[in-house]
């Protein structure tokens, strides 16, 4: 079936069928491998994308539930202000160890940022629950989103 996703503002037309998950039209179908396969039961993170700034485990998403949404990945994130913010701050303190995970951190953090501008710790941790980071950088991951909001 026929379908066509606006991926990080372009239109992309892919063949697969409806109940296919996001997750693997974006790496096996069109190699964008930035987001991660990690649990794929939505318990850790790794696959999070934003559809219409909402952030969401692709590994669970249906492509025919996505309809017209606007689906942000990571490889896009970086092109608005908010999203270059973090990966600046990401990159500033260092927060990558092993790196599996944060993609997904970064695009929890970014929808985390366009509705709490400001987030105190306790805003963040609420926003980041549900993001595994078995490395440790909590704490690194906490200080760049501060950084990021400014």
């Known amino acids: 079936m026929a ?27 069109l190699g964008m491998t930035g987001t991660k396969f990690g649990c794929g039961v939505a318990l850790c993170g790794a696959c999070t994308v934003h559809i219409d700034g909402v952030a969401v485990r692709s590994c669970i998403t249906l492509v025919d539930g996505i309809g017209d949404g606007a689906i942000t990945t990571i490889e896009g994130v970086g092109k608005t202000p908010q999203g270059k913010a973090l990966q600046q701050a990401w990159r500033e303190l260092d927060v990558v160890q092993c790196g599996y995970c944060q993609p997904g951190q970064i695009m ?43």
């Open 108 to 150: 929890s953090a970014a929808a985390l940022l366009a509705t709490t501008p400001k987030p105190s710790d306790d805003d963040i941790d609420a926003g980041m629950s549900g993001n595994v980071c078995r490395c440790g950088t909590y704490q690194r991951i906490r200080a760049a989103i501060h950084r990021a909001a400014g």
């Open 3 to 29: 379908i066509t996703l606006n991926i990080n503002g372009v239109a992309r037309k892919v063949d697969v069928d409806g109940e296919t998950p996001l997750l693997w039209v974006l790496r096996d179908v």
